[in-house]
């Protein structure tokens, strides 16, 4: 406890020696650590308007999306805002050759025709309180790790336990500062989530993967959903008589725009930041891991594209499972470039030498800490590698992960009681009628023989899955030989062959799930993971969690004049800073917004990513931007800001130093991608589609001003 005393301490000194426009920060604390900065950079609203308690406030309009992203309420009807790539999922599942939502986009025009999506749910955070010494009770240094998480868990569990039956709400507890630091989140979930309206790809996706990750950008990445609850008012599961969820706060719309220099902030949910790590670990992922996964990833890419362009069915099929693939890909050459630019290993080294030193002249017991992650994260890479191997390229082969899918019935026995064998059936049928409609059988053959021969080539034959080295002793090394006849034999490739097993299943037919091809791959694949990996990489990185706790404690106490935030863990932050435009390099400079006339300049019918709608080239050719046009007559697209953001605040409104929203935040510039593991105010900027070019295609192209009609819209 008298570490605790200490963080504690240390986090209530005046802080210095940040960058404004670093940090993501907790609400509930601005007041007492951040109000006086964000006002002296332009902010006109209070901390309290942000974030309170006792009366509603910008943080009752901001949700977790589903599991990933951010939304915000923009109406008082419950109306939502958020990425189209969020919502991307949800676009595609009801897309069809007949009616192509993704190409075509889609408006409900009535409440009637607002489309359900069953398991798509919304988090709305109602409260947050520290818990650190209700949960850090009964720890001291004397335990081992596992006794200390054990009493973690004991207590967090009463904790939680007492708070749900008191307060109603879902509770849950979270870390901060690694460990050091404990916050209980109160939450409401909403269950009844609608489509109520999305661009054409053409402009919600407006550059693809091209441009994903880059400024400038000319992206449309919006889509709108509305909360329904039950006519008593609370979240309940859809159904036709649920009604408009009526929310305490929803977020005002500026039509003012933003301006180079202005204060800005982001709410949302960032998902996973690791700002404190030390060197070793920064060049196991830039130089290690990062490097491999790149090249398996884009090796899909290039197959997917392939099939994609040359068939309007696949692309749809497809086009998920290429944004899910790629957006990962893109980030990873990024933040593997910016490590390097910012010699990010060499200044964490400089770091750990004066740690060194003060740990040394302190006479602590930290002065171990540095020698202990060096040998820990040497051990680790190994095992780290096999593993991207096993995620990127054993699993990379969607008939290999499909049958992973039947594991559980291929355990079933004759003692298997009847109930469970049902529920198993189910869902199997219900994975093979959700794999089937998106696969492309020749796609994933294709894409087996490249990843395969990758993996079987790239890993060490006495450190790899079995079934690699049956290429070399049944194959002769003939990996296309091999992915013929796994693929010819399995029936994982035929929906008529799985629906055909399933049917009367009973724990005798488990023994042909056991013997078919592509599940003998995923079972060689499973057991490597299992027998080599598993238990070596769980110590190693327990060891490394605990040696990073003690680390960020230490880090703290030897800088009690610099301003510390904890690492992003999806829970909600603040982030600001300023519209900025930066230099990317040598004699460049970036504008910090971007305008339709750039979506012109941009335009290319032979590429799919670059055709610009006929009604969108109307509208700009007649100049026709309605009340959504900047002071120079231009219709703007897009502007970069300096505010911290990472994955997770997908869909966070921006907002301007009166907390109206001007903005959705929805990318990050390529040059700044390393701001998960270190922020440099040079390079790092968060992406937002303007406000006035979402309610300008809302309106003027697609008609549905009736959903404006709906928003607190300020000119």
């Given at each position: 406890?008298?570490?605790?005393?200490?963080?504690?301490?240390?986090?209530?000194?005046?802080?210095?020696?940040?960058?404004?426009?670093?940090?993501?920060?907790i609400?509930?604390?601005?007041?007492?650590?951040?109000?006086?900065?964000?006002?002296?950079?332009?902010?006109?609203?209070?901390?309290?308007?942000?974030?309170?308690?006792?009366?509603?406030?910008?943080?009752?309009?901001?949700?977790?999306?589903?599991?990933?992203?951010?939304?915000?309420?923009?109406?008082?009807?419950?109306?939502?805002?958020?990425?189209?790539?969020?919502?991307?999922?949800?676009?595609?599942?009801?897309?069809?050759?007949?009616?192509?939502?993704?190409?075509?986009?889609?408006?409900?025009?009535?409440?009637?025709?607002?489309?359900?999506?069953?398991?798509?749910?919304?988090?709305?955070?109602?409260?947050m309180?520290?818990?650190?010494?209700?949960?850090?009770?009964?720890?001291?240094?004397?335990?081992?790790?596992?006794?200390?998480?054990?009493?973690?868990?004991?207590?967090?569990?009463?904790?939680?336990?007492?708070?749900?039956?008191?307060?109603?709400?879902?509770?849950?507890?979270?870390?901060?500062?690694?460990?050091n630091?404990?916050?209980?989140?109160?939450?409401?979930?909403?269950?009844?989530?609608?489509?109520?309206?999305?661009?054409?790809?053409?402009?919600?996706?407006?550059?693809?993967?091209?441009?994903?990750?880059?400024?400038?950008?000319?992206?449309?990445?919006?889509?709108?959903?509305?909360?329904?609850?039950?006519?008593?008012?609370?979240?309940?599961?859809?159904?036709?008589?649920?009604?408009?969820?009526?929310?305490?706060?929803?977020l005002?719309i500026?039509?003012?725009?933003?301006?180079?220099?202005?204060?800005?902030?982001?709410?949302?949910?960032?998902?996973?930041?690791?700002?404190?790590?030390?060197?070793?670990?920064?060049?196991?992922?830039?130089?290690v891991?990062?490097?491999?996964?790149?090249?398996l990833?884009?090796?899909?890419?290039?197959?997917?594209?392939?099939?994609?362009?040359?068939?309007?069915?696949?692309?749809?099929?497809?086009?998920?499972?290429?944004?899910?693939?790629?957006?990962?890909?893109?980030?990873m050459?990024?933040?593997?470039?910016?490590?390097?630019?910012?010699?990010?290993?060499?200044?964490?080294?400089?770091?750990?030498?004066?740690?060194?030193?003060?740990a040394?002249?302190?006479?602590?017991?930290?002065?171990?800490?540095?020698?202990?992650?060096e040998?820990?994260?040497?051990?680790?890479?190994?095992?780290?590698?096999?593993?991207?191997?096993?995620?990127?390229?054993?699993?990379?082969?969607?008939?290999?992960?499909?049958?992973?899918?039947?594991?559980?019935?291929?355990?079933?026995?004759?003692?298997?009681?009847?109930?469970?064998?049902?529920?198993?059936?189910?869902?199997?049928?219900?994975?093979?009628?959700?794999?089937?409609?998106?696969?492309?059988?020749?796609?994933?053959?294709?894409?087996?023989?490249?990843?395969?021969?990758?993996?079987?080539?790239?890993?060490p034959?006495?450190?790899?899955?079995?079934?690699?080295?049956?290429?070399?002793?049944?194959?002769?090394?003939?990996t296309?030989?091999?992915v013929?006849?796994?693929?010819?034999?399995?029936?994982?490739?035929?929906?008529?062959?799985?629906?055909?097993?399933?049917q009367?299943?009973?724990?005798?037919?488990?023994?042909?799930?056991?013997?078919?091809?592509a599940?003998?791959?995923?079972?060689?694949i499973?057991?490597?993971f299992?027998?080599?990996?598993?238990?070596?990489?769980?110590?190693?990185?327990?060891q490394?969690?605990?040696?990073?706790r003690?680390?960020m404690?230490?880090?703290?106490?030897?800088?009690?004049?610099?301003?510390?935030?904890?690492?992003?863990?999806?829970?909600?932050?603040?982030?600001?800073?300023?519209?900025?435009?930066?230099?990317?390099?040598d004699?460049?400079?970036?504008?910090?917004?971007?305008?339709?006339?750039?979506?012109?300049?941009?335009?290319?019918?032979?590429?799919?990513?670059?055709?610009?709608?006929?009604?969108?080239?109307?509208?700009?050719?007649?100049?026709?931007?309605?009340?959504?046009?900047?002071?120079?007559?231009?219709?703007?697209?897009?502007?970069?800001?300096?505010?911290?953001?990472?994955?997770?605040?997908?869909?966070?409104?921006?907002?301007?130093?009166d907390?109206?929203?001007?903005?959705?935040?929805?990318?990050?510039?390529?040059?700044?991608?390393?701001?998960?593991?270190?922020?440099?105010?040079?390079?790092?900027?968060?992406?937002?589609?303007?406000?006035?070019?979402?309610?300008?295609i809302?309106?003027?192209?697609?008609?549905?001003?009736?959903?404006?009609?709906?928003?607190?819209?300020?000119?």
């Amino acid at each position: 406890m008298k570490k605790l005393m200490i963080l504690l301490a240390v986090l209530m000194l005046p802080y210095y020696g940040l960058v404004a426009g670093e940090g993501m920060w907790i609400p509930m604390l601005l007041k007492q650590l951040n109000e006086k900065e964000m006002k002296a950079m332009g902010m006109r609203i209070t901390a309290e308007d942000i974030y309170s308690v006792n009366q509603s406030s910008l943080k009752d309009a901001i949700v977790l999306f589903g599991r990933g992203c951010t939304g915000e309420i923009v109406s008082d009807q419950g109306l939502m805002l958020t990425n189209h790539h969020c919502g991307y999922g949800q676009i595609q599942q009801h897309s069809s050759l007949e009616n192509d939502y993704l190409t075509n986009g889609f408006w409900a025009m009535s409440r009637e025709e607002e489309l359900p999506n069953p398991g798509l749910t919304v988090t709305m955070m109602k409260k947050m309180e520290e818990v650190t010494a209700q949960v850090l009770e009964g720890v001291n240094d004397d335990m081992s790790m596992k006794e200390r998480g054990e009493k973690i868990s004991e207590n967090s569990k009463a904790l939680i336990e007492a708070a749900e039956k008191e307060s109603g709400y879902q509770v849950a507890i979270k870390d901060f500062f690694i460990d050091n630091q404990y916050y209980m989140i109160y939450n409401e979930i909403y269950k009844d989530i609608r489509l109520v309206g999305a661009p054409p790809s053409n402009i919600g996706k407006f550059g693809g993967d091209t441009d994903n990750w880059m400024w400038p950008r000319h992206t449309g990445d919006f889509s709108v959903f509305r909360i329904y609850v039950g006519p008593d008012g609370k979240p309940a599961e859809y159904s036709a008589d649920n009604v408009p969820f009526k929310p305490d706060y929803h977020l005002p719309i500026s039509l003012n725009g933003a301006k180079e220099g202005d204060f800005t902030f982001v709410f949302g949910y960032p998902a996973r930041t690791s700002e404190y790590l030390p060197s070793y670990a920064i060049n196991l992922i830039a130089e290690v891991t990062n490097p491999p996964k790149i090249k398996l990833r884009e090796t899909r890419l290039d197959i997917f594209s392939k099939y994609a362009n040359a068939d309007p069915k696949v692309r749809i099929q497809y086009a998920s499972k290429h944004a899910g693939v790629g957006n990962y890909w893109k980030k990873m050459i990024g933040e593997s470039k910016g490590i390097r630019r910012m010699h990010g290993i060499e200044r964490k080294q400089d770091f750990e030498k004066e740690f060194m030193s003060w740990a040394k002249l302190e006479n602590n017991n930290y002065q171990g800490l540095i020698p202990a992650f060096e040998q820990s994260y040497s051990e680790l890479e190994k095992y780290n590698m096999a593993a991207d191997y096993v995620r990127e390229a054993g699993l990379g082969v969607e008939l290999l992960s499909f049958a992973a899918r039947f594991r559980s019935l291929s355990e079933v026995d004759k003692e298997t009681a009847d109930d469970k064998l049902q529920k198993l059936i189910t869902s199997a049928q219900n994975a093979g009628e959700s794999f089937f409609k998106d696969y492309h059988q020749p796609i994933d053959e294709e894409v087996a023989v490249a990843l395969i021969a990758i993996y079987h080539a790239e890993q060490p034959v006495d450190f790899r899955p079995e079934f690699l080295n049956e290429i070399d002793n049944k194959y002769k090394g003939n990996t296309k030989k091999y992915v013929q006849q796994l693929f010819g034999k399995s029936i994982f490739t035929s929906e008529e062959a799985v629906s055909k097993l399933l049917q009367n299943f009973s724990y005798k037919d488990a023994k042909k799930i056991l013997r078919d091809p592509a599940f003998e791959a995923y079972s060689s694949i499973h057991s490597f993971f299992d027998q080599k990996l598993r238990q070596p990489m769980q110590q190693l990185m327990a060891q490394n969690d605990s040696l990073q706790r003690l680390y960020m404690l230490a880090q703290m106490q030897m800088q009690p004049e610099k301003r510390f935030y904890p690492d992003a863990n999806f829970s909600l932050r603040v982030t600001y800073g300023n519209v900025d435009g930066y230099h990317p390099a040598d004699a460049v400079y970036y504008n910090y917004y971007t305008t339709l006339d750039g979506i012109m300049e941009k335009e290319d019918p032979n590429i799919y990513d670059y055709v610009v709608e006929d009604k969108l080239k109307t509208l700009y050719k007649n100049q026709d931007f309605g009340p959504y046009s900047n002071e120079q007559g231009e219709m703007p697209v897009a502007f970069v800001a300096s505010n911290h953001t990472t994955g997770g605040n997908s869909g966070s409104p921006i907002l301007n130093a009166d907390g109206q929203m001007i903005g959705i935040n929805f990318d990050r510039c390529w040059e700044g991608t390393m701001s998960d593991l270190m922020y440099d105010p040079a390079m790092s900027r968060n992406i937002s589609v303007d406000i006035r070019y979402v309610l300008f295609i809302m309106d003027k192209f697609a008609g549905a001003s009736h959903l404006i009609d709906e928003m607190t819209v300020i000119k």
